[in-house]
T-cell receptor, first 117, second 114 residues
Framework: GAVVSQHPSRVICKSGTSVKIECRSL??????MFWYRQFPKQSLMLMAT?????????EQGVEKDKFLINHASLTLSTLTVTSAHPEDSSFYIC?????????????FGQGTRLTVV | GESVGLHLPTLSVQEGDNSIINCAYS??????FIWYKQESGKGPQFIID?????DKRQGQRVTVLLNKTVKHLSLQIAATQPGDSAVYFC?????????????FGQGTILTVHP
């Protein structure tokens, strides 16, 4: 099946610094990738839709200047958490739609645990 | 906004029993539904999907049932094993311009006792 790889799996950063998370589709091209955030014991909440070659589309309430998304190629999207604060600590997960399915199936990366201290 | 929700947040079963996890959805425009399994510290893993023009779909040890009349989705796991212990999420996609964009339910924690 399609594979989506996310890196790093865990990161600890100091408050005020920026952190970049990478999401790669390993065996298929993904024109669209999605970024989710998941707090402990909660569901996944969509943050933004990453579109290759164009600006990301952010969900209501998500600060686009804080969560910078770049989708420069058909296999890579990056999420940069800028000026991170402890409340940004969360599990960030990306997904990509597998285009060969007639209606698309989202495959997910393994997630990135961000801890801001 | 519209969302997908679950009736039962936790489910405990004995190994070998059948498990049924339920999900209610509210967006009548949704035409595609997926069940995911998420183990601790990992991303969601695709289990099975179903299109709105179907009411049942079977996989290996799993069956998804869709009742559009009452906007209800269920996942049945046959002969549940300890390795099935995880959080299970249903997700819906409204299709059209939101192709690939999923709305997740709250999740059900399944615990399988040996």
């Amino acid at each position: 099946g399609a594979v989506v790889s996310q890196h790093p799996s865990r990161v600890i950063c100091k408050s005020g610094t920026s952190v970049k998370i990478e999401c790669r589709s390993l065996d298929f091209q993904a024109t669209t990738m999605f970024w989710y955030r998941q707090f402990p014991k909660q569901s996944l909440m969509l943050m933004a839709t990453s579109n290759e070659g164009s600006k990301a589309t952010y969900e209501q309430g998500v600060e686009k200047d804080k969560f910078l998304i770049n989708h420069a190629s058909l296999t890579l999207s990056t999420l940069t958490v800028t000026s991170a604060h402890p409340e940004d600590s969360s599990f960030y997960i990306c997904s990509a739609s597998e285009p060969n399915r007639p209606w698309g199936v989202d495959f997910f990366g393994q997630g990135t645990r961000l801890t801001v201290v | 906004g519209e969302s997908v929700g679950l009736h039962l947040p936790t489910l405990s079963v004995q190994e070998g029993d059948n498990s049924i996890i339920n999900c209610a959805y509210s967006n009548s425009a949704s035409d595609y539904f997926i069940w995911y399994k998420q183990e601790s510290g990992k991303g969601p893993q695709f289990i099975i999907d179903i299109r709105s023009n179907m009411d049942k779909r079977q996989g290996q040890r799993v069956t998804v049932l869709l009742n559009k009349t009452v906007k209800h989705l269920s996942l049945q796991i046959a002969a549940t094993q300890p390795g099935d212990s995880a959080v299970y999420f249903c997700a819906e996609n409204a299709g059209g311009t939101s192709y690939g964009k999923l709305t997740f339910g709250q999740g059900t924690i399944l615990t399988v006792h040996p």
